[in-house]
């Protein structure tokens, strides 16, 4: 009987104790998913100069969306999209004719995201990218689509929890397409939730 009361004794005792540890205490971070917006600034550096200089616009607006996979390590992985235009040029070739050209791409990457400390995370990114033009002003319009299958990205990110759902934070972007062989660098802020 004694022994009873001192096995009941010790599993109160522990039962209390372990109800008196703060939540502090016990880091809870749980595998969630997260849907993440960004947009800023980019600027595409060419291989080639194209001509006529004086007429290209390099530097555009552009948008990325990111789904990630968060479990409760420092990994994360996803899929991203965007799109980013990558030049625009108008020329007046003479009085009939004003050529526009305008080349766009969609990459679509899998992204392998690390937190490295708190707020702060570097990822990679292999994928494909859909890179199009579109010219018009001399004759019929003219579109080209090609499929750039060796490209790669880096970011380095800061997001900052606003509460449980919510993030806001910025992105710095390095981009390579292996079709053309160039680069894009963007600056952008990001806005995700929590799903």
């Known amino acids: 009987m004694k022994r009873y009361i001192i096995i009941g004794f010790l599993c109160l005792f522990g039962t209390w104790t372990a109800s008196s540890q703060t939540n502090d205490s016990i880091p809870k971070t749980r ?3 997260t849907l993440a917006v960004g947009a800023g600034w980019s600027h595409y550096f060419a291989n080639m100069e194209l001509v ?8 555009f607006i552009g948008t990325s969306f990111r789904f990630m996979w968060e479990p409760e390590y420092r990994l994360s992985l996803g899929l991203e999209t965007g799109f980013y235009r990558i030049f625009k040029v108008d020329s007046t070739i003479n009085s009939e004719y004003n050529m ?9 990457f899998l992204v392998i995201r690390m937190r490295i400390v708190d707020n702060f995370y570097l990822s990679i990114a292999p994928g494909i990218a859909l890179q199009y033009t579109k010219i018009t002003g001399i004759g019929p319009e003219i ?16 997001l900052y929890p606003l509460g449980k759902l919510f993030i806001v934070g910025g992105e710095a972007r390095y981009m390579y397409f292996g079709k053309t062989n160039d680069i894009m660098m963007s600056i952008s802020a990001v806005f995700a939730v929590k799903l």
């Open 143 to 158: 579109t080209s689509h090609q499929l750039s299958l060796a490209n790669f990205e880096a970011t380095a990110s800061y």
């Open 100 to 108: 526009k050209s305008r080349m766009n791409v969609v990459p679509l």
């Open 31 to 33: 595998s969630h998913f």
């Open 52 to 59: 006529p200089a004086r007429n290209v616009q390099k530097d």
